[in-house]
């Protein structure tokens, strides 16, 4: 159905039958070689068979902050006066598989919500979000260490369905 590769350790390229989608979280873009050139930022995305949610971490932390002082947070989300760094952390959709892309970041996990598949550097991510694959985009000796478990070397993580996935923990390293 898919699979996942990576160039350097600051980006993901999901590529598909009519698709390839390349998410730079260092840039907090996304490129799909498409005429208007890259996509900049947060917001809500169908490229191909590849839907994508763009999360504005500056404003889920807003939220998440007044909603933990018992205000109200619906108007948090649409106020114009937070200013937002442009962090952006990503959750693509291949056929009912959530791909979380979020890199170094460990803010904003709970808006990114339950993710098959996680990309990340993060250890405290992992733990919090419980993936059935991470691929590690950073520092894997110490990923794998801190959870205890091995990793493997992959050209490309393909995955055929859901139903391909792990039943258990695997991080793979590309």
């Given at each position: 159905m898919?699979?996942?590769?990576?160039?350097?350790?600051?980006?993901?390229?999901?590529?598909?039958?009519?698709?390839?989608?390349?998410?730079?979280?260092?840039?907090?873009?996304?490129?799909?070689?498409?005429?208007?050139?890259?996509?900049?930022?947060?917001?809500?995305?169908?490229?191909?068979?590849?839907?994508?949610?763009?999360i504005?971490?500056?404003?889920?932390?807003?939220?998440?902050?007044?909603?933990?002082?018992?205000?109200d947070?619906?108007?948090?989300?649409?106020?114009?006066?937070?200013k937002?760094?442009?962090?952006?952390?990503?959750?693509?959709?291949?056929?009912?598989?959530?791909?979380?892309?979020?890199?170094?970041?460990?803010?904003?996990?709970?808006?990114?919500?339950?993710?098959?598949?996680?990309?990340?550097?993060?250890?405290?991510?992992?733990?919090?979000?419980?993936?059935k694959?991470?691929?590690?985009?950073?520092?894997?000796?110490?990923?794998?260490?801190?959870?205890?478990?091995?990793?493997?070397?992959?050209?490309?993580?393909?995955?055929?369905?859901?139903?391909?996935?792990p039943?258990?923990?695997?991080?793979?390293?590309?």
């Amino acid at each position: 159905m898919f699979d996942l590769e990576s160039k350097n350790p600051d980006e993901i390229t999901i590529n598909t039958k009519k698709t390839s989608v390349t998410f730079n979280v260092v840039e907090n873009e996304i490129d799909a070689g498409l005429s208007v050139g890259k996509i900049k930022g947060p917001g809500e995305f169908e490229i191909g068979d590849v839907t994508i949610r763009g999360i504005d971490v500056d404003k889920a932390k807003a939220v998440a902050k007044k909603e933990a002082a018992g205000e109200d947070a619906d108007a948090t989300e649409a106020d114009p006066t937070i200013k937002s760094s442009g962090k952006t952390i990503y959750d693509a959709e291949v056929g009912g598989i959530h791909i979380g892309i979020i890199g170094g970041c460990e803010d904003a996990l709970d808006e990114l919500g339950v993710s098959d598949i996680l990309c990340t550097s993060s250890v405290r991510a992992v733990r919090e979000i419980e993936p059935k694959v991470v691929i590690s985009m950073g520092n894997i000796d110490g990923m794998v260490t801190e959870l205890k478990i091995s990793a493997r070397t992959e050209k490309k993580f393909k995955v055929k369905n859901e139903a391909s996935l792990p039943a258990t923990l695997e991080v793979v390293s590309l």
